[in-house]
């Protein structure tokens, strides 16, 4: 069938299945999911595994816009005002979960480094379908601001945590010497490479758009900048989604408020892209690792929400944040999706060379992680509705475009 002719028919079937669950009072996002499942390979066989891989381009680009979309939310007078809390808080439920994982994975299955790495994993958090509700319910408020903020860096933390995780692992599977400066260099160079990168084409690109006019050329020059962030991203090894979080970041900061209508362009410019990156994000899911997760992917679950839900709720008392930050935003951060599985397949390369425990914990860490990403990117989207709903940050009156 025709590559073009299949993708068309795949987002109008996408389309009605988010329009669908919306009727369901369900979030948009999981009914293309859920489409997605059923166009894979688990079901019909529609969106061949193959065909997904041949598009992995159009799956970054949509990682490219969301990361984009979700730094000009990040503004130096929101950071100015909340910026110790968010930190407070991200640095309490992003251990906690660490912590939780680790010690319950470490207890079930007799060995310290599946613990280590499990809870390292937990740490991270989805932005996409996150991201994705809080769009569609044109959310606003304090949660909503604490959520953008906290999605943006727990990619950071938890590309830190594997650092140490994946070294101290090794260290026990191999008996290698522990060097800090290993477990820093990998993780640091990422991150402030995907700053560096981002905010400096955004610094550039900041004077450019203040003579940019028309609202075509303004689309043109940013979708051309998050393509080439993007590229230049997946050939360096960095984060493409922390890049274009970076290049939103300097141009919120950077531009004239009047210059700053560039968001709203692109935006409007990707709801085909979204649900084309969330049918893929379906289609990748197999309901056969399901049964793969086991009791382990069970615990991992339930001290990766527990953790998430329990370390809000102490970084928002110790750092006094606002109420509605403290009863609802850990609701918001349980969706998982390409960092986790993207550093799950990192330690399954990278413990295959030690031998059948290292091939064992790899092979058992990576099932696990595909398996709970599928439970947790369809749990995750109604608990950012039900989080939102619940702190009152979702504006009456119908929806624009309703």
């Known amino acids: 069938m025709n590559v073009l002719f299949l993708l068309g028919v795949a987002t109008l079937v996408g389309f009605a299945g988010g329009r669908l669950f919306e009727k369901l009072r369900i979030p948009q996002v999981v009914g293309f999911i859920v489409v997605g499942v059923i166009l894979g390979d688990s079901l019909t066989g529609v969106l061949k595994n193959d065909l997904l891989t041949s598009l992995t381009p159009l799956t970054e680009l949509a990682l490219g816009f969301i990361g984009f979309m979700v730094g000009g939310e990040l503004k130096a007078s929101v950071f100015k005002k909340y910026g110790i809390q968010f930190i407070v808080i991200l640095l309490f439920e992003g251990l906690m979960a660490t912590v939780l994982v680790g010690v ?24 996409a379908a996150t991201v994705a509700v809080l769009w569609e319910y044109r959310a606003k ?65 900041s004077y450019l758009l203040r003579i940019i006019i028309n609202t075509e050329d303004i689309l043109a020059f940013l979708v051309a900048l ?3 962030i993007s590229g230049l991203a997946s050939m360096l090894g960095l984060s493409l989604i922390l890049a274009n979080m970076s290049l939103g970041v300097a141009l919120a900061n950077l531009l004239p408020e009047h210059k700053q209508k560039g968001f709203d362009i692109v935006k409007s410019f990707t709801p085909p892209i979204y649900i084309m990156f969330f049918l893929f994000v379906g289609a990748r899911l197999q309901l056969g690792m399901l049964p793969k997760m086991g009791l382990v992917g069970l615990v991992y679950i339930v001290g990766r929400t527990v953790g998430k839900i329990v370390g809000v709720r102490m970084g928002a008392m110790v750092s006094h944040a606002h109420e509605n930050v403290k009863k609802y935003l850990g609701w918001a951060l349980l969706s998982q999706a390409g960092v986790a599985v993207g550093l799950a397949l990192d330690i399954y390369y990278r413990l295959s060379g030690y031998g059948p425990a290292g091939f064992e914990a790899g092979y058992m860490i990576l099932n696990v992680i595909v398996a709970t990403t599928f439970v947790l990117e369809i749990i995750g989207p109604p608990c950012v509705k039900y989080a939102i709903s619940k702190a009152g940050d979702i504006p009456k009156g119908p929806k624009e475009g309703a």
């Open 226 to 228: 998050i393509l080439s």
């Open 104 to 127: 319950a994975v470490t207890l079930l299955t007799g060995k310290a480094y599946l613990g280590i790495l499990f809870g390292a994993l937990a740490s991270a958090t989805a932005p």
């Open 141 to 205: 408020g304090p949660l909503t601001t604490a959520i953008f903020a906290i999605v943006a860096l727990d990619d950071g933390l938890a590309l830190v945590l594997y650092g140490f995780a994946i070294a101290f692992a090794e260290m026990l599977l191999g008996g290698e010497p522990f060097s800090l400066n290993l477990i820093l260099q990998g993780p640091l160079r990422e991150i402030f490479g995907s700053i560096l990168l981002g905010g400096g084409l955004g610094w550039i690109g």
